[in-house]
């Protein structure tokens, strides 16, 4: 029912804000044909704003063979935008009684077979998908900003949803150069959101204490954890981090660190289960790789994170 | 009663493993004198694989004038190790009992106008220093993994600590080509490790329930925050992506979301004071930097990381 996700060629966006104009940026710098459907003429210019400067950033990354902003078309129309549609991101403002009724439409004018995905960060597909006549092939697709540079994108379905159309926007994204993340279940505020979230609401403990000042959190994130972060997740960083013992030696030794006063926030409890998942899970992401090789790789993709923002503030 | 910080030309680091190495290795590659105390000699070769290791890296980033392994000297003799030290970095072993009796000894060794600084990361320096004869120039500079790598060194006093000593250890950190946080209050984990640590909460909890598996959590926060984090702190990250409002925006728009769970962790009451410290904060570090230019030097920055990330790979 689905058609090869390495055949499309043609996608629409709907949406002119940071998120709808980021995604569509994204999309022409892989060198797809875009539709972008804005609610209002009044609306071109914000887009093409978002759509230009994203373009310079997508550029320096490196744009697709035949990537181009010609291959922009902007309609009001919105059966005319998703009619010969073979991907349909949705980046409508955060409404659940606007995105409900833009799905009850889009359920009928959309081609079966193509895919909507929804860029809410906050409302779960369950409730978008409730009046759509074909809600089966509707999912989540939530990037990160900005849209244009992040390769997030966290996908799940709502209650209505087929496996498979979960299954081919997974494959979709992966083809179209993002880093597609299938979520197990829908949770609110999905992964990434709620790890950043999480990190927000102890920085906001520690500024309403005076603990640390607005500068002293940035500080912190920037020259703490953050370059390493973007090599390697926290999950490897601890397990590389403990050496031979990796995951498991991280666990159980600072397990009981679980129960100090290290945030305002509560950890779950440390269960044989979870410490399981959690060794297992370091150790299926190493592979065969040792320790040592692993660190090597953290340094020397970290010096060149830290020689890149270098370069670039002095250049 | 301090020398100027911009004199110090000799440096004394006690460990031998990954923070007292990685830390030796840091002020070699500065161009500092170092001598590396360590308990025994069996601990040579840990410390020079460490020091080995991180060299590899510093390299890469660059030597200060005149920096060499060459001007590094191990000894295991403490009072021969400290007695013209002019600065002191100390990564002994993270148990009370070892450092009390350290600094007891330290205290009286180690010239008078010497700052000795603790790596500790779960200690208070209010503790360490309980039995040092000359409390007054003892601080924490906490240091984050790997220490030749990542620049942020977190400083506070304890109780018995004069104010000179920390600011004399944040203006020497910042010669010695560190990020220095210079905090408020000794609270437990200082600010960087809480944050990591609220995140790692979340991410345990996340698949304590199944509903994130370690790559997931890995591939969230490396295709997500975690680049744009590393040139821009969250504070400044909602900052600029509210536009014109800023912070006051999102605080405005989005504090209502403090209440939703979006993590399992509860957040602070959203008051005017914390509102307006964050607004302020976040104005402060702006400058009269408007924020469409931050939002490109942003996006040049992440295109300059994501770029480094994908060359570090394929090289």
């Known amino acids: 029912m689905y058609p090869d996700p390495k055949t499309v060629t043609r996608v629409t966006t709907i949406g002119a804000g940071p998120i709808g104009g980021g995604w569509a940026a994204h999309f022409l710098a892989r060198g797809y044909d875009v539709t972008a459907y804005i609610h209002s003429e009044a609306e071109t210019a914000a887009l093409m704003s978002v759509i230009n400067t994203g373009w310079i950033s997508l550029q ?4 697709a063979p035949g ?3 010609d291959r922009l078309r902007i309609t009001t129309d919105l059966a ?29 004018l959309a081609p079966r077979g193509c895919v909507i995905a929804s860029s809410t960060s906050g409302l779960m597909m369950t409730q978008i998908q409730a009046d759509c006549p074909s809600p089966e092939r509707t999912v989540i697709g939530h990037p990160f900003n900005p849209p244009y540079l992040l390769a997030l994108v966290e996908v799940v379905g709502g209650k209505a949803t ?14 179209a150069g993002k880093a597609p993340l299938a979520m197990k279940k829908e949770i609110p505020g999905f992964v990434a959101t ?33 370059p390493r972060m973007a090599v390697q997740g926290q999950c490897m960083a601890f397990h590389v981090a403990c050496g031979e013992g990796g995951m498991a030696t991280n666990l159980d030794q600072f397990g ?8 305002r926030l509560e950890a779950p409890e440390l269960t044989q289960e979870l410490r399981d998942r959690m060794v297992d899970g370091c150790n ?8 040592e090789e692993m660190a090597a790789t953290r340094d020397r993709e970290i010096v060149a994170v830290l020689n890149a923002i270098r370069d670039a503030r002095s250049g």
Do not use: C
């Open 67 to 69: 990537a181009s902003r």
């Open 194 to 226: 709620r790890l950043q979230e999480a990190l927000w609401r102890e920085a906001l403990h520690m500024v309403a204490n005076g603990e640390a000042t607005p500068a002293d959190i940035d500080n912190a994130l920037m020259n703490g954890p953050a």
């Open 162 to 175: 087929e496996p498979a159309a979960v299954a081919w926007a997974v494959e979709f994204y992966q083809i």
């Open 80 to 108: 005319e935008a998703v009619a010969e549609a073979q991907f349909i991101q949705e980046s409508a403002p955060e409404r659940l009684d606007i995105k409900q009724a833009l799905y009850a439409k889009l359920g009928t």
């Open 256 to 263: 009981p660190a679980l129960k100090w006063p290290w945030t």
């Open 284 to 291: 299926e992401i190493a592979g065969d790789k040792h320790f």
């Open 60 to 63: 320096s990354l490196g744009l």
